[in-house]
């Protein structure tokens, strides 16, 4: 048996990037501390099981069952919901997420889906693949109003990147007292969403998935926003409930959606949200980017910095648990 690692990266990986180079990325931040990653399900068993901090996506139940000596989980996602919080929580395990990672890249994804409605790129590459010249009207994003539900890291990013756009902008967060960089911040307030509603031309949905954000927008949200209005949804699917959604596309309710997710998620591919031009789906994507794994490994090390000095997890970044 070799010596208790002090980092383990779990084997399963995300947008089809491999974990190792998410270990190689941590070595790199911390050269006096051993970081294992396993090639088998029987290693990472073996590993976790000595190792005081772990890190990936996912905790599996037979390696949560294993991990006896685990002290610090940093989840390789901005959502934790699918972790057993619970759990982790009555064995005194800390745990923070990866809130900040996907800000850029995701951010990049709002703005080309909200110029290419803007400018109707869906008609010109329609009319590309039929060898079509053939003029056509579109749009400018000047003067629009962007509202943005969630100003969180995403949503924050979102923001940052509008105003050489001309455009206003509105957040909608728990706690509008805390203002962001948005021209307007307001909260959950039934009647104060849906006056911003009824001025909006685009829709982000940037916030994650809670109880009060679960189903937040549906028909009488859709009855509210103008009929041009384009959704782009990147926060996660049920916040939107999907009838309401079909139902607006289908009787031009919208002039468009954008969908990194969904509900269900994945999308079956006779879900009939697939057969509209108006439509487009990226399956659940817009998270991916090159400099992901370097952007986990800075929190971790930062975090594993923290706790050295303070001798505790208490002042970790990210913390959610």
């Known amino acids: 048996m070799t010596d208790a690692p002090d980092v383990v990266v779990l084997r399963r990986s995300a947008h089809g990037m491999d974990t190792e180079e998410y ?9 006096d501390r051993t970081v294992a990653r396993a090639a088998t399900p029987a290693e ?3 590993l976790v ?8 996506h996912r905790l599996p139940p037979a390696v949560l069952e294993a991990a006896e000596a685990m002290e610090y989980f940093a989840c390789a996602s901005a959502g934790t919901g699918h972790l057993p919080l619970e ?10 997420n990866g809130s900040g ?25 329609r009319q590309n693949e039929k060898r079509e010249w053939r003029h056509h009207q579109s749009r400018e994003l000047k003067g629009d109003t962007v509202t943005i539900v969630g100003l969180g890291a ?3 990013e979102v923001a940052r990147r509008l105003p050489p756009f001309g455009v206003e902008t509105v957040g909608v967060r728990y706690t509008p007292d805390e203002g962001g960089p948005t021209d307007e911040v307001i909260g959950f307030d039934h009647d104060a969403f849906h006056e911003a ?7 982000v949905i940037a916030s994650p998935l809670t109880a009060e954000t679960r189903g937040l927008v549906g028909t009488a949200e859709f009855e509210t926003l103008p009929s041009s209005a384009v959704l782009v949804n990147v926060g996660r699917g049920p916040i939107v409930d999907a009838d309401a959604l079909l139902s607006a596309v289908r009787t031009n309710r919208l002039r468009g959606a954008a969908l990194d997710v969904t509900d269900p998620e994945p999308l079956p591919a006779d879900h009939d949200l697939w057969g509209f031009d108006n439509v487009s789906i990226t399956p659940h994507n817009a998270g991916h980017s090159p400099e992901y794994y370097a952007r986990l490994a800075d929190i ?11 001798g505790d997890y208490g002042t970790i970044e990210n913390r959610v648990a």
């Open 23 to 31: 270990a190689r990325e941590l070595r790199e931040r911390l050269p």
């Open 44 to 46: 990472e068993r073996d």
């Open 49 to 56: 099981e000595r190792a005081p901090v772990v890190t990936g």
């Open 87 to 96: 759990t982790l929580a009555e064995r005194g395990v800390a745990v923070s």
């Open 101 to 125: 990672v996907h800000g850029p890249n995701i951010a990049e994804y709002v703005l080309g889906q909200l110029l290419v409605f803007t400018r109707d790129f869906h008609r010109s590459w």
């Open 154 to 156: 995403i949503g924050r």
């Open 197 to 203: 509603l009824s001025r909006t031309d685009y829709l």
């Open 300 to 310: 971790v090390a930062t975090n594993l910095e923290r706790a050295a000095e303070a």
